[in-house]
């Protein structure tokens, strides 16, 4: 099977050691020639110069980069500053998020949702950046209601963003019908789903609480029993990842976005076995 087009997500590592771990990480990912690479953004502050920093690293790398930027928390200032940065260094691509503001940080900022920021990154600089957007195939935990959710994201993409990057899932029929319901409502951009390798169940539950997606519980339940069998559970969840990656390509996913948590090896073990 021909792979299609990928892209590898990190965070900013806080540590020289993370960094190095990072270099490495990249190295090994390279030879799968991906789209782009992006990079998470900490709303309310916490890692922004992180992602800058990794950006400009992998830039010089000669990859493309895409810096996620939140506006929730933020002044327009800030916003301005980050983006004319960006801009300076080349930066074409950026992935607009909300964001989520940790626990106890206040204020909600200038702008309140993703759609506001598209709008304000394209009345700003025009068609300079390529702008991915978030969806969720399961819904966002804080939507009123499916339809609510779905026209909020069709508002993102009227508001100018090209494409879209979902919420990792276990179940390809949420994604297959998020697509259609989205076209209904004449969104036409390609939507690429996010693709969360399983390697660790306790982390993996933990996520999946966090952002509101679903681990069927056949999964669950096979992860749980392997206990700490690390092994095992690596191999069946390379097993269940990469049968829904091919099903997923089979049936048009544009693209498959991996959520890497700065390792390769996941990653990279479920593109090699879809090539075969
Ligand atoms: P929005 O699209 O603004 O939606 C948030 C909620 O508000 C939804 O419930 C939506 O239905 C509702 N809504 C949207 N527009 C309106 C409107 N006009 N009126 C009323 N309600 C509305 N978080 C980070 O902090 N840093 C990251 O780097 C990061 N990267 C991510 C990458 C991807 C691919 C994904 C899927 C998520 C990422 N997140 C990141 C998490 C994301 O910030 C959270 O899920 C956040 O809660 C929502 O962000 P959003 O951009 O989807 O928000």
Redesign the pocket.
């Known amino acids: 099977m021909s792979l299609p087009e990928i892209s590898f997500e990190f965070f900013p590592p806080k540590t020289a050691e993370g960094i190095d771990k990072l270099r490495a990480t990249r190295a090994q990912l390279a030879p799968l020639k991906p789209k782009f690479m992006s990079v ?4 309310g502050g916490s890692t922004q110069q992180g992602t800058l920093d990794t950006v400009l690293e992998m830039v010089g790398e000669g990859f493309e980069a895409a810096p ?1 930027l ?1 506006c929730i928390g933020a002044s327009k200032e800030s916003l301005r500053g980050i983006l004319a940065l960006y801009r300076a260094h080349g930066i074409r691509h950026i ?1 607009a ?4 503001l940790p626990s106890g940080m206040g204020e909600v900022g200038e702008l309140r ?3 506001d920021l598209v709008a304000f990154v394209r009345a700003e600089h025009g068609d300079w950046f390529h702008i991915e ?2 969806a969720y195939p399961e819904y ?1 935990p ?2 009123r209601s499916p339809r ?2 779905l026209e ?1 994201f069709a ?2 993409v009227k508001a100018g963003a090209n494409s879209a ?3 990792y899932f276990y179940n390809a029929d949420a994604y297959f019908r998020f697509v259609d319901d989205v076209r209904k409502l004449g969104v036409d951009v390609p939507i690429v789903p ?1 693709i969360m390798p399983i390697t660790n169940y306790a982390q993996l539950m933990r996520f999946s609480e966090m ?1 509101g997606a679903e681990v069927p519980k056949w999964i669950a339940w096979r992860l749980e029993n392997f206990g700490d069998d690390r092994d095992a559970i690596r191999a069946f969840g390379l097993d269940v990842v990469t049968a829904m990656c091919e099903r997923l390509v089979v049936n048009g996913a544009p693209g498959l976005h991996f959520y890497t948590l700065n390792g390769a090896a996941a990653s990279k073990a479920i593109c090699e076995r879809l090539r075969v």
């Open positions: 998470t953004f900490g709303a996620h939140s992935v998020l909300r964001g989520d949702y993703a759609c957007v978030a966002h804080q939507a609510a959710d909020n508002r993102k990057i979902t919420q996010g952002c």
